[in-house]
């Protein structure tokens, strides 16, 4: 069982991504049966969605979670869906400000995420971790990411599990949650995930 995780780098006045943290440690942990093959995307536009594309093709991926920091949320975020949109008057890493821009000409206007959500809500309230769906991951990158992995595993005609997750930031108020609870709850996503699959 293959599990492509990716995370971001800093952006902004994110200083500290905790995403980087997260794959930084899972990519040091052996998991049996599970490999995965985790980067750390960079927080611009098009190279990370190029990235996503090619890891998605270089790998062929069992599955696809891609994770991003959302500050001022308080819980794992199971986001839903991934809309055809950039967004927003904040630049990217590199300086690109995308407004009211489609991510695809003539693509699907959205994609909804492919991960056994309730599957993985139900897992994580069952240890106690706080975590909601959300039907809106923004209008930046990690919405831009996420899309461009749906739909370029739509024209693979691949109908695997993917989705996106936004993790609290850290130390933000009011408080997210700790890193090691970040990490518990990714871990236990990729778990039921393949356990979903077997
Ligand atoms: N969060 C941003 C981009 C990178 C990240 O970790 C977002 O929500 O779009």
Redesign the pocket.
Known sequence: MRILLTG?TP?LNVDV?P?ALIIEHMATQHYPGLEIIAEVLP?MYDTAGARIEALITEHTPDAVVCL???QGRSAINLECVARNRDSTTKPDNAGAIREDTPIIPDGAETYLATLPLARLQAALTGQGIPVVYSDDA?A????HVFYRARHALEQQGRAIPCGFI?VPGIGDEPPGLPLATMIAAVEMCLHEIAASLN
């Open positions: 971001f952006f991504n995403t927080t991003g920091v959302a923004g930046y990158v990690c919405n936004h």
